[in-house]
T-cell receptor, first 111, second 115 residues
Framework: DQQVKQNSPSLSVQEGRISILNCDYTNSMFDYFLWYKKYPAEGPTFLISISSIKDKNEDGRFTVFLNKSAKHLSLHIVPSQPGDSAVYFCAAFSGTYKYIFGTGTRLKVLA | ETGVTQSPTHLIKTRGQQVTLRCSSQSGHNTVSWYQQALGQGPQFIFQYYREEENGRGNFPPRFSGLQFPNYSSELNVNALELDDSALYLC??????????????FGPGTRLTVL
């Protein structure tokens, strides 16, 4: 049973435009959400996180939005750059389940 | 500051064998977690150690076991290897006490192939 879902396996965006990556979760016990970026042959690297008590967190070009009633979060990257091309994982954290990762979305930013 | 390192990079084993994977956490990081990432999937949580004690476990059988040492290194041991154990194994360390949802730093992983 997939508690964290990323329903879009891939996404292509033009350079300079906005990239929106989506993530849905099923368990309301999650109290912290994180986004990771992964390049080939490397481990995931942390991008941005959000606590369940907030609905938005911004860090430079990256913004994460959390809609608790819909159990949905999204990562916005604007403007998108070719170096952003990678696989993006969302992860949810709770004391019980620790970290649950989604299956990832492969973002391709076209120059 | 050194990052998280893992060894070996690649490993090939046969069914029924045992394997030990190693991880060296960032200095000062008391929490280490191990993940299994199958092809096309996200990392799946195996277990977490905090100050050398297991602090949480995912849905993995007892033949997956671990150790954490005082020098910030840790091991993942898998007994009686099965074909489905073929995956990328990632370790991640963090400063957070008992892994309270803080940023984790991942190593590059060990690619295990079971034939």
């Amino acid at each position: 049973d997939q508690q964290v879902k990323q329903n879009s396996p891939s996404l292509s965006v033009q350079e300079g435009r906005i990239s929106i990556l989506n993530c849905d979760y099923t368990n309301s016990m999650f109290d912290y959400f994180l986004w990771y970026k992964k390049y080939p042959a490397e481990g995931p690297t942390f991008l941005i996180s959000i606590s369940s008590i907030k609905d938005k967190n911004e860090d430079g070009r990256f913004t994460v939005f959390l809609n608790k009633s819909a159990k949905h979060l999204s990562l916005h990257i604007v403007p998108s750059q070719p170096g952003d091309s990678a696989v993006y994982f969302c992860a949810a954290f709770s004391g019980t389940y620790k970290y649950i990762f989604g299956t990832g979305t492969r973002l391709k930013v076209l120059a | 500051e050194t990052g998280v390192t893992q060894s070996p990079t690649h490993l090939i084993k046969t069914r029924g064998q045992q394997v030990t994977l190693r991880c060296s956490s960032q200095s000062g990081h008391n929490t280490v977690s191990w993940y299994q990432q199958a092809l096309g999937q996200g990392p799946q949580f195996i277990f977490q150690y905090y100050r050398e004690e297991e602090n949480g476990r995912g849905n993995f059988p007892p033949r997956f076991s671990g150790l954490q040492f005082p020098n910030y290194s840790s091991e993942l041991n898998v007994n009686a290897l099965e074909l489905d154990d073929s995956a990328l194994y990632l370790c991640a360390s963090s400063l957070a006490e008992q892994g309270l949802g803080d940023e984790q730093f991942f190593g590059p992983g060990t690619r295990l192939t079971v034939l």
